[in-house]
T-cell receptor, first 113, second 115 residues
Framework: DVKVTQSSRYLVKRTGEKVFLECVQD?????MFWYRQDPGLGLRLIYF???????EKGDIPEGYSVSREKKERFSLILESASTNQTSMYLC????????????FGSGTRLTVV | AQKVTQAQTEISVVEKEDVTLDCVYE???????LFWYKQPPSGELVFLIR??????QNEISGRYSWNFQKSTSSFNFTITASQVVDSAVYFC????????????FGKGTRLSVIA
């Protein structure tokens, strides 16, 4: 069964900490995405990557960075966590064709205190 | 620019009622794909259906059906005889001609089915 795996289901971090959210896919997909989901705001795209070492800013990249050193792994980094980054974070991967939808991970609920 | 609008933020129905979730999209592409995803309380988004812009046939899968109308740029989702397990957030999404770009999502509709 193909999968997108997010390393943590729940995470609690302190303000100012550097936080790493990891996402691994086993489908050999080119494209990977990070979203955050907040009530009433839907899914907001943070960053995406269409190839190893490539990254593109999404709609809300401020306060975040990403790393894609290997095709299967896409990491989201909160350089200095703040309380307004408390959210559900969703990783997804997608193959190259326009007909290909996303496969999502199960999400990481991050709380910054 | 591409856009997906799900005007219904929340819907509440009693079990066994039929319910339709609306999705309206905007795109200049002539080839595009539309998707529906379900997000149950557990949190993981699950793929439900994909439809391409050249196929306007309605689709039925059990209690689920989808009505795609290019003339009104709509791709609506109907659940017949709703059940409590249908309670979830449902997202409609659009893909343009390029596969290397993100899907464009609507903001989602939260459906609550009450026993």
């Amino acid at each position: 069964d193909v999968k997108v795996t997010q390393s943590s289901r729940y995470l609690v971090k302190r303000t100012g900490e550097k936080v790493f959210l990891e996402c691994v896919q086993d489908m050999d997909h080119e494209n990977m995405f990070w979203y955050r989901q907040d009530p009433g705001l839907g899914l907001r795209l943070i960053y995406f990557s269409y190839d190893v070492k490539m990254k593109e800013k999404g709609d809300i990249p401020e306060g975040y960075s990403v790393s894609r050193e290997k095709k299967e792994r896409f990491s989201l980094i909160l350089e200095s966590a703040s309380t307004n980054q408390t959210s559900m974070y969703l990783c997804a991967s997608r193959d190259q064709g326009p007909q290909d939808g996303y496969t999502f991970g199960s999400g990481t609920r991050l709380t910054v205190v | 620019a591409q856009k997906v609008t799900q005007a219904q933020t929340e819907i509440s129905v009693v079990e066994k009622e039929d319910v339709t979730l609306d999705c309206v999209y905007e795109t200049r592409d002539t080839t595009y794909y539309l998707f529906w995803y379900k997000q149950p309380p557990s949190g993981e988004l699950v793929f439900l259906i994909r439809r391409n812009s050249f196929d306007e046939q309605n689709e039925i899968s059990g209690r689920y059906s989808w009505n795609f109308q290019k003339s009104t740029s709509s791709f609506n989702f109907t659940i017949t005889a709703s059940q409590v397990v249908d309670s979830a957030v449902y997202f409609c999404a659009l893909s343009g001609y390029s596969g290397n770009t993100p899907l464009v999502f609507g903001k989602g509709t939260r459906l609550s089915v009450i026993a």
